[in-house]
């Protein structure tokens, strides 16, 4: 095949992929993930359908779903090595993201030798809640808290954080989260499970590699800093200032800005309304109406200092806005969005299996090409 040969920094414009998982306009404002449009699924499945539906390309019926959920469950709990490892990083105080990328590089062990990919995109999905619920707990000087199987997958992992049975409310609005953020194209930390798949490498140095690219503040790490952000303004008349120095400052505002939509993240807007509905049931809407004070004074800054570059909110200042009123906190944001997208990470995974094409772009070389050697004595 012919190459174009041209430099593209960030590979922006670059089709590397061919998908059916999700479909991301981004002049439209639109996603499309399993074939559904965003706002008509995500707070109506439950997490486990949203995966199945990725994973198998269409909605499961009652049998397959019990199933599905059953065998999940069972592939829940963590091994022994896992737990140690998880105690020993919490002495050595690790942030939540290195110390879930460090744990999932474990959940291999025990896999069968047949139907590996299979049996560990189960075993990853299933025990990524319990990873990030003991990293957190340990972290903090609790007693881990083992999954309950009678509970779904959502509820579950809410459950392992706080030692209680959460409510349908607040399980609800985790679950529209979840499947709000599961998949969107070829993001940097889909790209990165992708090539390493590519590589006919196994699926648990897929998501290894994925978690690492997620952390970044440019891509995953974003919300807690964007909820941090609105805490520093506390109150909407402080806006303004706090945020002109800020970009005065040379930084950039945290939850603004997309690669791909240039008019506003439809994932906002799903996130926005499960936010609303949640504050509401809990009779406090300052909080959220303060966020929505923050958004409108940082668009209109953000006009104002990239005049045209249609900068607009992204999915994760709502993320802070919901994950803050489910009662998660700040540290859990990006292991959260971790818990959500691995069930898309694994469906590319799948799907870069099938595709079977070792990717493997080029570079231009900018450097010299005719240097001479200089023995070490001389140099
Ligand atoms: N605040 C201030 N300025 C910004 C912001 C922002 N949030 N976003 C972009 N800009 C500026 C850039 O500095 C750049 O200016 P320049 O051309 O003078 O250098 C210009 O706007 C264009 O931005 P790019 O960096 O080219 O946009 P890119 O597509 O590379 O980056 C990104 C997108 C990384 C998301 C960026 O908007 C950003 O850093 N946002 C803040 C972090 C964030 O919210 N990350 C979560 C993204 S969503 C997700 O991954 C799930």
Not at 188 to 196: D, E, G, K, L, W
């Amino acid at each position: 095949m012919s190459t174009p040969n041209i430099y593209v920094p960030g590979l922006e414009g670059i089709v590397a992929a061919q998908t059916k998982l999700s479909k991301v306009d981004g002049l439209a404002g639109e996603l499309v993930i399993g074939g559904f449009k965003l706002e008509t699924i995500a707070n109506k499945a439950s997490f486990e359908e949203m995966v199945f539906t990725l994973w198998n390309g269409r909605l499961p019926n009652e049998k397959e779903l019990k199933d599905f959920r059953k065998s999940l469950a069972k592939l829940r709990e963590l091994p022994e090595p896992t737990l140690k490892l998880l105690k020993a990083i919490a002495t050595e105080k690790l942030n939540m993201m290195d110390a879930l990328r460090s744990a999932v590089g474990t959940l291999g062990l025990n896999s069968p030798k047949e139907n590996q990919d299979q049996w560990l995109a189960q075993r990853l999905l299933a025990a990524f809640p319990t990873v990030v619920a003991a990293a957190w707990r340990l972290s903090h000087g609790k007693r881990v808290i083992a999954p309950d199987p009678k509970l779904g997958h959502a509820a579950n992992y809410l459950y392992m954080i706080e030692g209680k049975a959460p409510s349908a409310a607040r399980v609800r609005g985790l679950e529209t989260y979840l499947n709000t953020v599961i998949d969107h194209g070829l993001n940097a930390s889909t790209f990165t499970a992708r090539v390493i798949v590519s590589t006919a490498s196994d699926f648990v140095s897929a998501i290894v590699g994925a978690i690492g690219a997620l952390k970044g503040p440019l891509h995953g790490g974003a919300p807690g800093p964007a909820l941090d952000m609105v805490f520093e303004i506390g109150d909407a008349s402080k806006a303004e200032a706090v945020l002109r120095k800020k970009l005065a400052a040379g930084e950039r505002l945290m939850g603004f800005g997309h690669r791909i939509y240039k008019v506003r993240d439809p994932r906002a807007d799903v996130l926005a309304k499960a936010a609303r509905e949640f504050y509401e049931a809990d009779g406090d809407m300052k909080f959220y109406d303060l966020v929505l004070d923050v958004e409108k004074v940082a668009l209109s800054m953000l006009e104002e200092h990239k005049p045209g570059r249609n900068l607009q909110t992204n999915v994760e200042f709502y993320t802070a806005l919901l994950l803050h009123g489910l009662g998660l906190p700040t540290g859990i944001f990006s292991p959260t969005f971790a818990v959500a997208r691995v069930g898309g990470w694994l469906a590319h995974c799948f799907e870069q299996r099938a595709a079977a094409r070792l990717i493997r772009p080029q570079s231009q070389y900018i450097g010299e090409t005719d240097k001479h050697w200089i023995p070490l004595e001389s140099r």
